[in-house]
């Protein structure tokens, strides 16, 4: 088989596959309670960023190199007013919440990279390839990422502010 033919024909079977995927990522992403916008790079076959009730914001995508996996990612960047305080603190308070802060995030389950040191942001991320994309799968691991976000942000809460969360707290997911 021609080598011109057969790349062809796998950019386009590739390119239909990521369009019917990223009209199913959408169709399920219109029934949650979010709002979506596109994202417009050009490494990707397709992108949204979404934000849910509570204001977290994921992005749900697919990369171009790799039609066969929907990617979602989240993140926290620390407030200048919390690296302050990190940097001001004692010693062994500051490692016991950055020890606490490593095992909530190895908890989430979730790939993440925690940037600067102390951190000063933290990516997460969980990929389904596309043999495992059921829409009961989508909405499980966008749940778990959300989770795992709080969690995140829950910890860091509960050591640099130490208050207890005002006003109505929910979540449902």
């Known amino acids: ?4 033919f057969s790349n062809r024909y796998l950019s386009v079977y ?12 959408e169709k399920w992403l219109h029934e949650m309670d979010v709002k979506i916008e596109p994202m417009r790079e050009t490494e990707l076959a397709f992108g949204f960023v979404v934000d849910d009730p509570q204001g977290k914001m ?12 929907v990617i979602m990612e989240t ?10 305080r990190l940097s001001t603190q004692e010693a062994s308070t500051r490692n016991g919440l950055l020890w606490d802060l490593y095992f909530t995030v190895l908890d989430t389950q979730l790939a993440f990279e925690m940037k600067g040191t102390p951190p000063k942001s933290v990516v997460l991320r969980t990929a389904i390839y596309s043999d495992a994309l059921t829409k009961d799968r989508f909405i499980q691991e966008f749940t778990r990422i959300r989770r795992g976000l709080l969690k995140v ?5 509960r050591e640099l502010n130490r208050q207890v969360p005002a006003g109505k707290q929910a979540y449902i997911g």
């Open 58 to 69: 994921v992005l749900v995508f697919q990369p171009l190199q790799h039609t066969d996996v």
């Open 1 to 4: 088989m021609d080598s011109k």
């Open 153 to 157: 942000l829950w910890t860091i809460e």
């Open 14 to 25: 590739f390119d239909k596959e990521a369009n019917e995927i990223r009209a199913l990522v």
């Open 75 to 84: 993140g926290f960047e620390f407030p200048e007013q919390y690296l302050k």
